[in-house]
């Protein structure tokens, strides 16, 4: 089945820092990757939907100055926290589509815990 | 507006059975999936329905009616290692996923 890499999977950085998460498609090429933010004992929530040589879209209420997305291949994108801070402390995710599937399953990455201190 | 409800909390008992209810009002309709997700990790996919009727995999199935704009998911024999929250989400007609805020269920021996 389709695997989604995430690296690293736990970061703690100092306020004010930058922080580069990856997201990789192993086995299928992705045209489409998302980018969720789960606080603890609250649901998925998505932040900005990634396309291959494209701009991200981002989700109302999420700054794109702040979260910067790039997906520059196939098989790669990065979400970069830039400045963060406290609040930022979260479970990132992304997920990608693979459209060769039958399907519009998203594969989850396996989470990335970050803690700003 | 896009709407998804699920009940936030259930408890069951080891080796019985249990329903997730799930109800949605979205913009469109293109499937409906099932998610498992344990504390701390990430979602795994458990079933798709995207037409009415129950599609059955091992312990566990998914039911849909379209119509009723409702979905269940039933789990048999439940175990401990099914302790975990349950997210109902749907494909709404620009293929986005719309996401529920998720069942937590937790197993009594």
């Known amino acids: 089945g389709a695997v989604v890499s995430q690296h690293p999977s736990r970061v703690i950085c100092k306020s004010g820092t930058s922080v580069k998460i990856e997201c990789r498609s192993l086995?299928?090429?992705?045209?489409?990757m998302f980018w969720y933010r789960q606080f603890p004992k609250q649901s998925l929530m998505l932040m900005a939907t990634?396309?291959?040589?494209?701009?991200?879209?981002?989700e109302q209420g999420v700054e794109k100055d702040k979260f910067l997305i790039n997906h520059a291949s196939l098989t790669l994108s990065t979400l970069t926290v830039t400045s963060a801070h406290p609040e930022d402390s979260s479970f990132y995710i992304c997920?990608?589509?693979?459209?060769?599937?039958?399907?519009?399953?998203?594969?989850f990455g396996p989470g990335t815990r970050l803690t700003v201190t | 507006g896009q709407n998804i409800d699920q009940p936030t909390e259930m408890t069951a008992t080891e080796g019985a059975i249990v329903q997730i209810n799930c109800t949605y009002q979205?913009?469109?309709?293109?499937?409906l999936f099932w998610y498992q997700q344990h504390a701390g990790e990430a979602p795994t996919f458990l079933s798709y329905n995207v037409l009415d009727g129950l599609e059955e995999k091992g312990r566990f199935s998914s039911f849909l009616s379209r119509s009723k704009g409702y979905s269940y998911l039933l789990l048999k024999e439940l175990q401990m290692k099914d302790s975990a929250s349950y997210l109902c989400a749907v494909l709404d007609s620009n293929y986005q996923l719309i996401w529920g805020a998720g069942t937590k269920l937790i197993i009594k021996p």
């Open positions: 979205t913009s469109g309709f293109n499937g």
């Open positions: 997920s990608a589509r693979d459209p060769a599937g039958g399907i519009y399953e998203q594969y």
């Open positions: 086995d299928f090429q992705a045209t489409t």
């Open positions: 990634s396309n291959e040589g494209s701009k991200a879209t981002y």
